[in-house]
């Protein structure tokens, strides 16, 4: 009996100094853990300051006000996402002043978005000259720079169109899920552009292809990227085409503001959350005449 005492006693002994040393290797855990999640919180809000940034930086590059095009009127609308941004848009003229040049862009995140910003501004002598009035020529110099830069996983959605004003021609390349639509005033049909193309990434290897069309007066283009349709709605069902469309038939007819505040407005109802999770960018513009003023 003694010498079972003994040995139990000795037993406790060792398991309390086995528990003092797990409880001290926990004490180390835990201050461990502590540092490590305090450390992860100024990383996270480090990260937010960032996002918030790159967000104000990308409100900053998109135009909103657009230069004086005869014979057209615009309406857009940005609305920064909550966790991917990425939207680019402009209207510009070309020297000769009977063209100018409509770019959008969607890009799968803020780096690919600055990227396609340093390329456009290297090229942007070639978007805006006489000599290479025609989109293809833009759009292979843009695919070639941002292929050079672009990893596995990112991409850019792109539509770079040119309008002829003497001849209302419309010429386009379009890439990737840009919503790109033709509204006839005569009928009210609504066309979706033809020739679209995939989205650019670093493995695209492509000829590409131009689209044609030719406007009349108060016929309308509606451009819209992914975000808009990427919207979830209450059971985290996408926004989609179908409603983007159909926002589009049950607009007034009266301008471009009013079609473009319905499309915003649908889309903003049918969100569950404050703000959507990526940019969205909606544009719309209308023909007002064929009067030609180069002056």
Known sequence: MPESKDYLLSKITDLEQQLAERNMELSVFRQELKKTNEKLGLITARVKKELRYMQNLQRQL?????????????????????????????I??????????????????????????????????LMETKRNPNPNQAVEAIVKDLKKEMDE???VDLMYAVFDRKKFEFNYV?????TALLIKATDKKIIPFEEKMPEITG???????????????????????????????????????????????????RGVHELRNKICYDIDSYKISDRPDRDMTVVVAEVKDRVIKLA
């Open 62 to 90: 998109i135009p909103t006000e657009f230069p004086n095009i005869p014979s057209f009127e615009f309406s857009s609308k940005y609305i920064a996402g909550d966790k991917i941004g990425g939207d680019y848009f402009d």
């Open 203 to 253: 493995q695209f290897n492509q000829p590409l292809k131009v689209g044609h069309l030719l406007l009349n007066p108060r016929d309308r283009l509606v451009f819209a990227t992914k975000g808009c349709q990427l919207v979830q709605g209450e059971n985290h069902e996408q926004y989609g085409k179908a409603r983007f469309i159909k926002s589009i038939v049950n607009a007034p007819s």
């Open 153 to 155: 996983g990112q991409s």
């Open 92 to 125: 510009f003229p070309h020297e000769d002043k009977s063209k100018f040049g409509i770019v959008m862009a969607s890009c799968s995140g803020y780096m690919v978005s600055a990227f396609l910003m340093s390329t456009l501004l290297k090229i942007s002598s």
């Open 174 to 178: 379009c890439m990737g899920n840009i």
